[in-house]
């Protein structure tokens, strides 16, 4: 009696055993599958942001002005700081597991893209020059500019004083009636002409000395930001390029397909 009983245990702990290794089995076989299956949306989403991205560089090249050097500046910015697309495309892409089956198909594009990430860090490589190159022709452009400006200012009055030492009485009360209008604090209590234009000259060369000032503060404040995106895009650029090279060195399983 005791035997049986005993056996009977042992065949209920070999089924509970059974039945239990069996249920882990299954939620293996599961996970297994689940993690397969999210690995191919991971390389499904690289492919698609890929596609995404060349898309974008196609529309931002496709008004390309290359001898225009804010055009080019700007945009050569601009591939530097959506670099971020490309990095997310390859790295979903090219992440695979031992378990992964690649197929013959999808092979040949693995090995394309692989390559394709070398003429792309030689491509980002080459921009840092760019950014360089117009990055200073956009400062002088800028300098030209604020001088041309200046130089504009310095005529007009150069012309106005002309014009005002010519000037009759009549013309000099129209004068003050103006200034009077414009500026609620300006007074000249004088009946002199020449004290009148020596007045009104005063008040013209400092009106053009201060927006010739303001003209400098602006260049001033274009020229910093233009060191600083130069500064930022070219380190950006010359990093993208060695990450890019880095991609498709540890890429080489792809190539040997």
């Known amino acids: 009696m005791l035997k049986r009983r005993l056996n009977r245990k042992i065949k209920r702990a070999k089924r509970n055993l059974t039945s239990k290794t069996d249920v882990t089995l299954k939620y293996r076989k599961l996970n297994i599958d689940i993690e397969r299956r999210s690995r191919k949306i991971i390389n499904l989403v690289g492919y698609i942001i890929l596609f995404l991205v060349f898309l ?6 496709a008004s390309a002005q290359v001898f225009e050097p804010t055009w080019s500046y700007n ?4 591939l530097v700081e959506n670099v971020w697309g490309l990095f997310l495309a390859l ?10 089956i690649v197929k013959p198909k999808e092979s040949l594009l693995l090995k394309i893209i692989s390559w394709l990430s070398l003429a792309i860090a030689i491509g980002y490589f080459l921009i840092t020059p760019v950014i360089v190159v117009n990055g200073f022709r956009v400062y002088r452009g800028n ?14 009055v150069e012309q106005y004083t002309k014009q005002l030492h010519q000037a009759n009485k009549e013309q000099l009360s129209g004068l003050l009636q103006q200034y009077a209008t414009e500026q609620s604090s300006f007074s000249i209590n004088t009946d002199s002409s020449d004290e009148i234009k020596k007045n009104i000259l005063a008040i013209v060369q400092k009106e053009q000395k ?3 000032q303001q003209l400098e503060i602006e260049f001033s404040q274009k020229k ?3 060191v600083q995106k130069t500064i930022k895009w070219s380190i950006g650029a010359s990093v993208s390029g ?6 498709w060195r540890n ?6 397909f």
């Not at 974008?56 to 090249?61: I, Q, V």
């Not at 060695?242 to 991609?247: E, S």
């Open 242 to 247: 060695i990450c890019f090279g880095l991609i």
């Open 56 to 61: 974008d560089y196609g529309f931002l090249l």
């Open 224 to 226: 910093n930001n233009l």
């Open 75 to 78: 945009t050569a910015g601009k």
């Open 210 to 212: 201060q927006a010739q």
């Open 143 to 156: 300098k030209a500019q604020i001088t041309n400006q200046i130089d504009l200012q310095k005529t007009q």
């Open 251 to 256: 890429t080489k399983w792809a190539r040997k």
């Open 91 to 100: 790295v979903f892409i090219f992440y695979r597991c031992d378990q992964d």
